[in-house]
């Protein structure tokens, strides 16, 4: 425990706190040590000169980056700012790490992939992803996954919470209007933003962690479709709304998504004993706090 215990002496900055996970971040990892929540008014994840002095000014022993362009749909139009968050700031914020001798946690997706392997995908699976939001949060990765520091790269998958704007909270707004009608041939696990920050403070509480740092699956256990996912919300709700199971072909957008997204956790389970709980006893966890 001392090689944490000394990091998060030093802080903990965690950039992106005022988004669903960093939200979340923030009360999971105070009790390692004092939590610096910033915020884009607070530093601009995408300058670099911004994040450079921030983290010199502050002298974090961990950094963790919780900030995101999530906009799926939107990123097909907007690449330049999608590369910019998803692809350069995470670049930005290794170097910083680097040069103050500070951990990284950094976030990514299922959407790396593309979806036509047939199984849940491992960390060794080539990636592939099929619009720019995955194409550029592969970027990051690798940007990341270069620089000679302790770093922890977490894809996880359907990330969501009772706040802020994710499938959950946009199944409850819907639901108040009438029937909803959602695809049921894309597959994956949602995720609980609760669940992935339980398993960021494990993974930093960890008596190895200096030595165990790479590339992780961490999102809950098992699979569904959005459509199951929406059933489930509605009726753990005891909303009496129809849920309609559609294509994706009967729900065009812009961007392309995997049909299967699963992600295998086994490594982070072997090397570090770390498993997240299922979808549905994490679904189960976040509605208790909407009661």
């Not at 290794?94 to 992939?113: G, I, K, P």
């Not at 790269?153 to 706040?163: G, I, Q």
């Not at 098992?222 to 199971?245: D, K, M, N, Q």
């Not at 699963?262 to 090397?271: T, Y």
Request: glycine share 10%.
């Amino acid at each position: 425990m001392e090689a944490i215990g000394a990091q998060a002496r030093r802080g903990i900055a965690i950039f992106g706190a005022h988004g669903q996970l960093g939200r979340v971040l923030t009360r999971v990892l105070a009790p390692l040590g004092p939590v610096h929540a910033l915020g884009r008014a607070d530093c601009d994840v995408g300058d670099e000169k911004a994040v450079r002095a921030t983290v010199r000014r502050l002298m974090p022993g961990v950094i963790v980056n919780a900030s995101a362009y999530t906009a799926v749909d939107k990123a097909e139009s907007e690449r330049d700012v999608a590369h910019r968050i998803n692809a350069e700031a995470p670049g930005f914020l290794a170097d910083a790490a680097a040069a103050t001798d500070a951990w990284l946690v950094h976030y990514s997706t299922d959407y790396v992939f593309d979806g036509r392997k047939g199984g849940p995908y491992e960390e060794r699976d080539p990636t592939a992803p099929l619009n720019v939001y995955g194409d550029t949060k592969r970027l990051g990765e690798e940007a990341v996954l270069a620089r000679p520091i302790v770093a922890f790269v977490l894809r996880t998958s359907w990330l969501y919470d009772r706040e802020g704007r994710n499938f959950f909270s946009t199944v409850k707004r819907l639901a108040a209007a009438g029937p909803l009608r959602i695809v049921a041939d894309q597959y994956g696990t949602p995720t609980s933003a609760a669940a992935l920050a339980e398993a960021t403070g494990a993974i930093l509480r960890h008596p190895e962690a200096a030595r165990k740092g790479g590339l992780y699956h961490a999102a809950c256990a098992g699979e569904t479709s959005w459509y199951g996912f929406a059933h489930a919300i509605v009726g753990a709700l005891g909303l009496p709304v129809e849920v309609a199971p559609i294509t994706t072909a009967e729900y065009p957008t812009p961007a392309r998504r995997p049909a299967y997204s699963v992600l295998d956790g086994g490594l982070l389970k072997e090397r570090l004993g770390i498993a997240l709980p299922s979808w549905e006893r994490a679904l189960a966890d976040v509605l208790r706090g909407e009661a």
